[in-house]
Nanobody
């Protein structure tokens, strides 16, 4: 049974930082590409950042230079370091594990940035 459990969300002021974590089980973590998505109220879910099983990274333009995705294969965990947060970053953040023939989602963690 695949489980992706996000943690680290919360309430932070504009300009603050948060680090999200996603602990995976039930998959061979090192073989999976991992990603963070977010969904704000009334908006579609969007890709925030992704890291391939080889370590390649990709970011949405809106977070480049502020967010960093990383992974620790020994801990089966992917991270999202978020700096210089703004109210526009307020959303539910979801962890995603994917390969060519499947993807799995976590339950999400709320990030709220106050102005």
């Amino acid at each position: 049974q695949v489980q992706l459990v996000e943690s680290g969300g919360g309430l932070v002021q504009t300009g603050g930082s948060l680090r999200l974590s996603c602990a995976a089980s039930g998959i061979i973590f090192r073989l999976n590409n991992m990603a963070w998505y977010r969904q704000a109220p009334g908006k579609q879910r969007e890709l925030v950042a992704e890291i391939t099983n080889g370590g390649g990274r990709n970011y949405a333009d809106s977070v480049k230079g502020r967010f960093t995705i990383s992974r620790d294969n020994a801990k089966n965990t992917v991270y999202l370091q978020m700096n210089s947060l703004t109210p526009e970053d307020t959303a539910v953040y979801y962890c995603n594990a994917y390969r060519a023939n499947y993807d799995h989602w976590g339950q999400g963690t709320q990030v709220t940035v106050s102005s």
